[in-house]
Structures are given as C-alpha cells and as structure tokens.
C-alpha cells in the first residue's frame, strides 16, 4: 500500500471512528410547526449538533398526537415537550397516541405556564376587551376545544361577545395574523408573548388566578367567581431512554445554554420564572395530576 493510500485509510477510519462515537439522539417537536415548542426543540437540536458529541433525528411532524406517537415508536435516547392542554385533549377524545405514559424520573425540567391576551400596542384597550357588548376575534391555537372554551367563558363573565379563531399551525401564525389585523387579540403561551412583546405587542390580560410578569389576571378581575378563566397548565421537559451518564450530559449541556445570558434557550426565557430543573419526582406527579384536574374542569 502507498504512502498515499495509507494516509487516506487513516483519515477515513478517523471519520468512521468518530461517527461511531456519536450517540444517536431522536428529538420530537409534538407542537406546531410555527409555535414555542418548534422553536425550542429546533434549538436544542442545534445545540447537540454544536457539540459534534450527538448524531440528532429531528422529527417534525406539526402536531402533539402524530409527534407524540413518533416517540412511543422510538427506541434510542429521544427528546421532546408534553403539555397538559395535549394530554387532556387526548384523553377526552379516547386517543391513546395524544396521551403520555411517563416515570417521573424522565422529567428533567417543569414549566408552569399561564395563556395571556395580546394586541398590538395601537389597538384595543385593557378595558376595551371586557366591556359589556364587545366583540373582537380572539386567536388561538389548539387544542382548539380547550383554548375555545376560556373565550366562551370570557364572554358568559364579562358579557362580551368575542369570536374564537383557531390557527393549527400555531402560535407563529397567530403573531403575524395579529400584525397583519386579521384578528384583534391573540392568546399567547409566556415565551410567545415575550417574543411579540419584542415585536411590537402589548399583553392587556392573563389566564393565570394572579397578576404574573405585570399581567392583571381575569380570574381576579372577575372575584374568582368563574373558574373557567383558569387557563395555567404545565409543559413537562421528558428525557426517555438514555443512560445514566449521557442523560446527565445532555441535560447539562441544556441547562448551561438555559442559565447563560445571551444563549439561544435563555433568550427564549427571559424576565420568565416559570421553569424547574430540579423538582423532585414525587412533586412532579403532584403538581402534573392537579394540572390535568385544572385543564379537565368545566369551563
């Protein structure tokens, strides 16, 4: 063998060698393609490749059951965002694929979130928007059924009469939608409406039971006569399949790009406490069954 071809076998059993070391590492987007969860499942997957340490499946499917039946398929270390608005409405319609079977041990970070109604800063007021008689189209992503029912139980407590919009493709389109005034307010998770803050927007209310990030809460605004104004559900962070040692890396890799100022994932949060990295598995289960009970309850 020439000098040349050795160096050649060299080179190409380096490059083997180090696509052999690469762990495989499935992320699943169980949002829309244009919403919060895309975005921040695009972002660890860019985060992963950064390190040239994973080898990244980026499954995009633009819907929570068909992404959710994707990882009950997968069977290497997989990635992905479980909320309860999806869960509830998989259990409501008996759909098996849009319903979780998880170990506490597998959630390594818990968002409790809250839905806010937005405009933009030139249109209708705070007090516009529950005035007896006022009618504006509300958009929303899905699941339709739930986000539906907090506009129908706006307008029995306020007497307004607001039309639900339904945007499938999620919260990306609801923001242009709301820029270009084909609807009047939207209803933003807290990372959407920071990113349309940004943008030029102003978030009059909150489905949270208090005032959260300077937000006045509906809820309070009614005297917590109407518990359908509840809109707070949780986002579970599920880590499923991996060892020990490489779950571990993983999620420190992620949690450093979270706490760093300036980095991809901490932007996405920012002037946001609405995370935890570190709950305890039972508080996990706690906090998420009382969640379904809230997102399951009457409106």
């Known amino acids: ?12 059993l380096s ?33 992963l490749n950064s390190t040239g340490k994973y080898k990244t499946d980026f499954i995009n499917p633009g819907n929570s059951c068909v992404g959710m039946s ?18 509830v409405a998989g259990r409501n319609s008996n759909n098996s694929d849009c319903q979780i079977d998880f170990r506490s041990e597998d959630i390594v970070r818990v968002d409790t979130n809250d839905w806010r109604i937005c405009t933009l800063t030139n249109g209708p007021s705070q007090a516009d928007f529950i ?12 699941p339709g059924s739930i986000l539906k029912s ?22 990306g389109s609801i923001g242009t939608a709301m820029m270009n005034k084909e609807i009047d307010f939207a209803v933003f998770s807290p990372k959407q409406a920071t990113a349309a803050m940004i943008q030029g927007a102003v978030c009059h209310w909150s489905l949270n039971t208090k005032e959260t990030n300077g937000i006045p809460s509906l809820y309070q ?17 599920v880590a ?10 993983v999620i420190n890799l ?46």
């Open 221 to 237: 605004k009614a005297n917590g006569t109407n518990p359908g104004l509840i809109g707070v559900y949780q986002t579970i962070f």
């Open 254 to 299: 992620l949690k450093t790009n979270f706490n760093t100022p300036g980095a991809t994932l901490n932007n996405m949060y920012k002037g946001l406490n609405i995370s935890q990295w570190d709950k305890s598995a039972g508080d996990i289960k706690k906090d998420w069954d009382l969640a379904i009970v809230v997102n399951t309850a009457p409106k």
């Open 15 to 47: 490059v083997t060698a180090g696509l052999a070391m690469a762990t495989d590492i499935t992320v699943v987007n169980t949002g829309s393609k244009t919403g919060g969860i895309f975005a921040e499942s695009q972002a660890i997957v860019n985060e």
């Open 131 to 142: 005035k007896s008689g006022s009618s504006y189209k509300v958009g929303h992503s899905g």
């Open 150 to 171: 907090y506009i129908t139980a706006i307008n029995d407590t306020f007497k307004t009469n607001h039309t639900s919009v339904l945007y499938t493709t999620g919260g």
């Open 240 to 249: 499923q399949n991996f060892d020990v040692a490489t779950k571990r890396e």
């Open 1 to 12: 063998m020439t000098h040349t071809k050795k160096f050649l076998a060299v080179i190409l």
């Open 70 to 87: 994707q990882v009950k398929k997968t069977k290497q270390p997989v990635l992905f965002f479980w909320e309860t608005v999806y869960e």
